[in-house]
Antibody, heavy 120, light 109 residues
Framework: QVTLKESGPVLVKPTETLTLTCTVSGFSLSNARLGVSWIRQPPGKALEWLAH???????TYTTSLKSRLTISRDTSKSQVVLIMTNMDPLDTATYYC????????????WGQGTLVTVSS | QTVVTQEPSLTVSPGGTVTLTCASSTGAVTSDYYPNWFQHKPGQPPRTLLYRTSNRQSWTPSRFSGSLLGGKAALTLSGVQPEDEADYYC?????????FGGGTKLTVL
């Protein structure tokens, strides 16, 4: 059974750094065909793709946030970590991780999401 | 910056048929953009419906179908059910990464 679960702080202050962890099960992060994406949704707004990482260590970031994002993976812990620096209230959103297939670029399984609020 | 455009809202009657579209600011959408379609209901994570234009996930009902139509990616719902009321998002892949559309709020009325 494939599952993904996001974890991290529910509240961060402006200018702080956010670290989110996606813990996966039911598949391996070293599987050459698979990767993990991070996607967010601010309240009342559309989904926004943030970044993805594949087993090849290929990493891609959304252009608008590239300078603030870092994605990495720890295969032994089955975890993918997203770091976002210099948080702003506009970054308040539900953050999701999802599994992606390298060949078809198919996103299939999603985590439940974690709401992060940025406020002083 | 690349923009992916969807109809903001559509209304359909139960049992009816509706088509949602997904356009790219860069020009015609082709299968090379690997269109994905997602259904999103309040309080739940998004659910993937289709990938690579027209391929259904194992859990996707057959009333959902995908195609390329007039230079856009399209999602057609045939025999709409009340439970299909939701937000629908497309995702297109570009050289520098994927981009979501703004979403279509589908009302079944």
């Amino acid at each position: 059974q494939v599952t993904l679960k996001e974890s991290g702080p529910v509240l961060v202050k402006p200018t702080e750094t956010l670290t989110l962890t996606c813990t996966v099960s039911g598949f391996s992060l070293s599987n050459a065909r698979l990767g993990v994406s991070w996607i967010r949704q601010p309240p009342g707004k559309a989904l926004e793709w943030l970044a993805h990482i594949f087993a090849s260590d290929e990493k891609t970031y959304t252009t608008s946030l590239k300078s603030r994002l870092t994605i990495s993976r720890d295969t032994s812990k089955s975890q993918v970590v997203l770091i976002m620096t210099n948080m702003d209230p506009l970054d308040t959103a539900t953050y999701y991780c999802a599994r992606i297939w390298d060949d078809s670029r198919r996103i299939d399984y999603w985590g439940q999401g974690t709401l992060v609020t940025v406020s002083s | 910056q690349t923009v992916v455009t969807q109809e903001p809202s559509l209304t359909v009657s139960p049992g009816g048929t509706v088509t949602l579209t997904c356009a790219s600011s860069t020009g015609a959408v082709t299968s090379d953009y690997y269109p994905n379609w997602f259904q999103h209901k309040p309080g739940q994570p998004p659910r993937t419906l289709l990938y690579r234009t027209s391929n259904r996930q194992s859990w996707t009902p057959s009333r959902f179908s995908g195609s390329l139509l007039g230079g856009k990616a399209a999602l057609t719902l045939s025999g709409v059910q009340p439970e299909d009321e939701a937000d629908y998002y497309c995702l297109l892949y570009y050289g520098d990464g994927p981009v979501f559309g703004g979403g279509t709020k589908l009302t079944v009325l």
